[in-house]
Structures are given as C-alpha cells and as structure tokens.
C-alpha cells in the first residue's frame, strides 16, 4: 500500500467514525416554563411535543393549581415560590385553571 492509499484509508475511517459519533448522540427534550405570575399564567398558551416536560413556577405569595378541565392532570396546589412539573404522554389540546382563581386560565397544546 502506497502513502496516498493510506491517506484515502486514513480520511475515509475517520470520516466513518464521526459520522457514526454523530448518529450516537442523544438530545434531552426541551423543558418549557410557565411562570405563575400576578394572578395569570405565563404563557397562557404553550405549544410542546410529547414527551417535553412543562414546569409551572409559582411567583405568586399563595397557592394555586393548574387542574386540566378534561382532568388529564392535576398539579393540586403549588405553594409559593414552589412549582409543579408534567410531562405529556399523548397529544390533544388541554385548557386548565387555577381551581383556587376561576378565572385563571391557560391552554396546553401537545403535537
């Protein structure tokens, strides 16, 4: 084998092992938040895929709740400065609100 077969040999091995490098890497869902903040969620609209985790961190100085109106999910209450994470399983469109504050509402929409 000559030097420039061994080079072709050389690059091609190399390029065969970073590709397969590439192809081994996992990524982690993105992990959104929704901040409860002066009586309202925020965002009150969030849009994920299945599977990405949602928390919801409650700033305010009393409890809430983010209950799903189809009862899909259920935080109960989270007190202040705690928060309350989910993660979707399935996909749909899923309003919810604050069962202590009726008219605190929010929309999650899972592709």
């Known amino acids: 084998m000559n030097a420039n077969t061994r080079h072709a040999c050389f690059v091609v091995a190399t390029l065969g092992l970073s ?12 992990t959104h938040t929704v901040t409860i903040d002066s009586v309202q969620f ?12 949602i928390v919801w961190v409650n700033k305010d100085p009393f409890p809430h709740t983010v209950t799903s109106e189809s009862k899909n999910f259920d935080s109960h209450e989270i007190q202040p400065g705690k928060s309350w994470k989910y993660t979707p399983a399935k996909a749909g469109e899923f309003p919810y609100v604050c069962l202590l504050h009726p008219t605190m509402k929010g929309t999650l929409r899972v592709k």
């Open 19 to 30: 590709g397969l490098g590439v192809a081994a890497r996992t990524t982690e869902p993105v």
């Open 42 to 53: 925020q965002p009150d609209v969030l849009t994920v895929k299945v599977g990405e985790p």
